[in-house]
C-alpha cells in the first residue's frame, strides 16, 4: 500500500514539473476486513492521502424474516468489493430532507440545494469510512457518528456529516445507517417471545452496537485505534449516544463520548409492556388493512407477528402514520438493552465511565415548530401545567406570556429548556458526581444571512461546525467567521477524540465542567469559556426528573 501511494505521488509530482501527463489514474486502495470481505475504496482527487470507503456492510440485510430480530453476521463476499458510493437509506418518510429545505426557505437560499432523499430499503445496514492513516505507523482514534432525525429518518450520506476534513486532521470517520421507526423500534408479545432474552423493540441501539462490534474488529484495517473510540451524535442521535451509554452491552465498545443536543434520553423510560401495546395495536390496524385489501400481506396467517412480517414495508410505513401508533422512535426497559430507565442509571451513576462533551443549541425549538404549531396564551399554560405538574405554577413564572406572541418565544424557551439545555446540564452533573470528566457547551452562533436572526441557533446548527462540513451544506450562507469556528470545533472535536481532553494547541481553554460554577464553553462569533446558563429553569427541571424517575429530593 505505501508503495502504491509513494509512486502515485512521485508520478503527480514529475507531471507538475514536465507538464507532459495527463491526468493521473486515481487510486483505489484495497483492505481486507477481519470479517474476510475485500474492499475497494477511493482516493479522494485532490487529496489521495485521504481514502474515502462508502456503502460498506457491517451486518446482514434485516429483512425477510430477519426483519424485527438483532443484526445478523455479514457473510463475506466473494471478489473484491467497490466500496465507491453510498448504500441504500434506511426506509423512511423525507423527514430531514423537509427539515433542511425548510431552513433553505427562512434564509432566503434555494430549497432545490438540498439533495433528494436517496434511494430507500430495509437492506440499509451500512457504513461509511475516511481515514487519510491507510498506510500510517501509528493507528489513529476513531470516531464514530450516529445521526440524527427523530429515530425516523435520516442516514450516513447526508453532507454535513462528511468525514473529510475531519480524517485531516487526524482520525478516521465513521457514519452508519440503523434501523428506523418502527422497523427499529416495534415491540410486540410475539416478538418478546422468540427472542432468547425475553426482549423486544431495540432493533436500532443493537444495530448501532453491531456496527461498534464492527469497528472493535476492523478498525486498525483502516489506521484506526479500537482502544480509542468516541461515538458522538446529534439530536436523536444524541440520545442513542446516551443509551448506549446506559447499556451493559455496549461497554467496552467505545472510550470517549459526545452528545450534540441529545440529553433528552435521561427520560423515565417506556417499560417493555407498554412498547408491546403499542406493537399490538400497530398489528391490529395492519389486520384491518388487510381485511379491507388496502395492504398487499397475506391474510391467512397463524398469528399477528406473521401478519407484520409479511406486510410490505411502504404500506407498514403508511399504516403507522394513519394509525396513530406513537412512540414507534424511542427504546423501551427491556432488560437486557436497557436494564432501566437512563435517567435513573445516571442517577444512580451506572452509566459508563468515560470522557465526555455535552451541549446543546441556543435556540433549538426555532425549526422545530412544526411539532408544536399555532401556540396561544392558554396553549402554553396547558403545556407547562401537563409538563410540570404540581410544579406547574413554577413554570408560569420562568415562561410568562401575555399575548400569542410573546406565547411563541416563550414555547421556544420552554421546549429548549426541558428538551435540550437542561437535559444536558443533568448528564454533566451525573457525570462529575460519578467521577467521569465532562465538558459542557452552549452553541449560539446565528447564520450570517436575512432570516438568520428567526432562526438563532437552531437545532442542527452546530453539526456541519463540528465536521468542519461547511461547504457540503450549500444551503446555507456562510462567512469568514464561520470557516474560523469551524476550524476550530473540528479541532476540539479531534483532540477530544485522541486524548479526552479537547484543549491543546493555543485553543481557548475549555474547562472541565464543575456543577459549582457550571462551567462552559460557549461557541459563537468568537469562543468564550463562561459559568451558569439557565440556572433558575434547569433547577426546575432537576425538581421534575425527582418526579419522573421516582427520586427522592
Request: aromatic share 8%; glycine share 10%.
Amino acid at each position: 500500500m505505501r508503495s502504491r501511494l509513494i509512486a502515485a505521488a512521485l508520478l503527480s509530482a514529475s507531471c507538475l514539473i514536465l507538464a507532459v501527463c495527463g491526468p493521473a489514474a486515481p487510486l483505489e486502495p484495497e483492505v481486507k476486513t477481519a470479517d474476510g470481505e475485500r474492499l475497494r475504496g477511493t482516493a479522494l482527487a485532490g487529496d489521495p492521502d485521504v481514502t474515502v470507503f462508502l456503502g460498506v456492510p457491517y451486518a446482514a440485510p434485516p429483512v425477510g424474516d430477519g426483519r424485527w430480530r438483532p443484526p445478523a453476521p455479514l457473510s463475506p463476499r466473494p471478489g473484491v468489493q467497490a466500496a465507491t458510493s453510498f448504500g441504500q437509506a434506511c426506509i423512511q418518510r423525507p423527514g430531514n430532507t423537509v427539515f433542511y429545505r425548510d431552513i433553505a426557505e427562512v434564509l432566503g437560499t434555494d430549497p432545490a440545494l438540498v439533495p433528494d432523499l436517496e434511494p430507500i430499503s430495509e437492506d440499509c445496514l451500512y457504513l461509511n469510512l475516511w481515514t487519510a492513516n491507510l498506510a500510517g505507523d501509528e493507528l489513529q482514534p476513531v470516531l464514530v457518528w450516529i445521526h440524527g432525525g427523530s429515530n425516523v429518518a435520516g442516514s450516513g450520506a447526508e453532507p454535513p456529516y462528511d468525514g473529510e476534513n475531519l480524517a485531516r486532521r487526524g482520525a478516521v470517520v465513521i457514519n452508519f445507517n440503523y434501523r428506523l421507526g418502527v422497523f427499529g423500534f416495534l415491540a410486540h408479545p410475539e416478538l418478546t417471545a422468540e427472542s432468547a432474552h425475553g426482549s423486544s423493540g431495540n432493533y436500532a441501539l443493537l444495530d448501532q452496537i453491531a456496527l461498534l462490534e464492527w469497528v472493535q474488529r476492523n478498525a486498525a484495517n483502516f489506521g484506526g485505534d479500537p482502544d480509542r473510540v468516541t461515538i458522538f451524535g446529534e439530536s436523536a442521535g444524541g440520545t442513542d449516544v446516551g443509551y448506549l451509554m446506559a447499556s451493559p452491552l455496549a461497554r467496552g465498545l467505545f472510550h470517549r463520548a459526545i452528545i450534540q443536543s441529545g440529553g433528552f434520553s435521561v427520560g423515565a423510560g417506556r417499560p417493555l409492556k407498554d412498547a408491546e401495546a403499542a406493537g399490538e395495536r400497530l398489528a391490529i390496524a395492519v389486520g384491518a388493512a388487510a381485511t379491507l385489501g388496502t395492504a398487499s400481506t397475506a391474510t391467512a396467517v397463524d398469528g399477528q407477528l406473521e401478519l407484520l412480517r409479511a406486510v410490505d414495508a411502504e404500506e407498514l410505513l403508511r399504516i403507522v402514520e394513519e394509525a396513530e401508533i406513537g412512540r414507534l422512535n424511542s427504546p423501551n426497559v427491556d432488560g437486557w438493552v436497557l436494564e432501566d430507565a437512563p435517567g435513573r442509571i445516571f442517577e444512580a451513576g451506572d452509566q459508563a465511565d468515560v470522557e465526555l462533551i455535552i451541549g446543546y443549541n441556543s435556540n433549538e425549538w426555532t425549526t422545530m415548530r412544526r411539532y408544536w404549531p399555532d401556540v396561544t396564551v392558554g396553549g402554553l399554560e396547558t403545556a407547562l401545567r401537563d409538563s410540570f405538574g404540581e410544579l406547574g405554577d413554577q413554570a408560569m413564572e420562568l415562561y410568562p406570556a401575555t399575548t400569542d406572541a410573546d406565547a411563541v418565544a416563550a414555547a421556544d424557551a420552554f421546549m429548549t429548556d426541558i428538551y435540550f439545555a437542561c437535559p444536558s446540564r443533568f448528564i454533566a452533573d451525573r457525570m462529575e458526581r460519578a467521577g467521569s470528566t465532562a465538558y459542557w457547551y452552549e452553541f449560539a452562533r446565528v447564520v450570517p444571512a436575512p432570516g438568520g436572526e428567526l432562526l438563532g441557533a437552531f437545532h442542527g446548527a452546530e453539526v456541519p461546525y463540528a465536521f468542519d462540513s461547511l461547504a457540503k451544506e450549500t444551503w446555507i450562507p456562510r462567512n469568514e467567521v464561520d470557516e474560523r469556528l469551524a476550524d476550530s470545533m473540528a479541532d476540539y472535536w479531534v483532540r477530544f477524540a485522541a486524548t479526552g481532553d479537547p484543549n491543546g494547541s493555543g485553543a481557548i481553554t475549555w474547562p472541565v465542567y464543575d456543577p459549582e460554577t457550571r462551567a462552559h464553553l460557549v461557541f459563537s462569533d468568537e469562543i468564550e469559556p463562561a459559568s451558569g446558563v439557565r440556572d433558575q429553569q434547569c433547577a426546575l427541571f432537576d425538581e421534575l426528573q425527582k418526579m419522573r424517575l421516582g427520586m427522592e429530593g
